[in-house]
């Protein structure tokens, strides 16, 4: 597993952001719904995170960019993520299924996100 923090541009608002493989979905705080377009779900979505368990009842799109990368994907909202190591609000969790859909890896050791494989077009069969 692995976890990368930096400042991502989401519809035009930085965002505080925590790439973790660790996490299966990506999720954002009403902070950063409140300028994307949000839909009710038609049921609750419930998740274990940080050490407790979650609910959201609505849902994005955002998109943006990491670093030079444009990128959307699907995002639940929760009212709270939490709390990085340095006591910062995570305002968006991304997780791997975005990053495995983006072809962004992460290098711990540098801190850095790894964009090598970041898709310059997309080939459907």
Do not use: C
């Not at 300028?35 to 979650?54: E, F």
């Not at 995002?75 to 983006?102: H, P």
Request: aromatic share 8%; proline share 5%; net charge neutral.
């Amino acid at each position: 597993m692995g976890r990368i923090r930096e400042m991502l541009d989401v519809d035009g608002r930085d965002s505080w952001t925590l790439f973790d493989t660790g996490a299966r979905n990506t999720y954002i705080v009403p902070a950063v719904a409140s300028v994307l377009t949000v839909r009710k779900a038609r049921h609750p979505y419930r998740t274990a995170l940080g050490g407790g368990v979650k609910v959201s009842e609505r849902g994005s799109h955002p998109g943006g960019r990491a670093g030079r990368a444009p990128h959307t994907t699907h995002a639940m909202v929760l009212d709270n993520i939490g709390r990085d190591e340095e006591g910062k609000e995570i305002e968006v969790l991304f997780g791997a299924l975005a990053m495995q859909q983006w072809g962004i890896g992460l290098l711990p050791a540098a801190e850095k996100l790894d964009l090598v494989h970041y898709p310059r077009g997309f080939v459907e069969w």
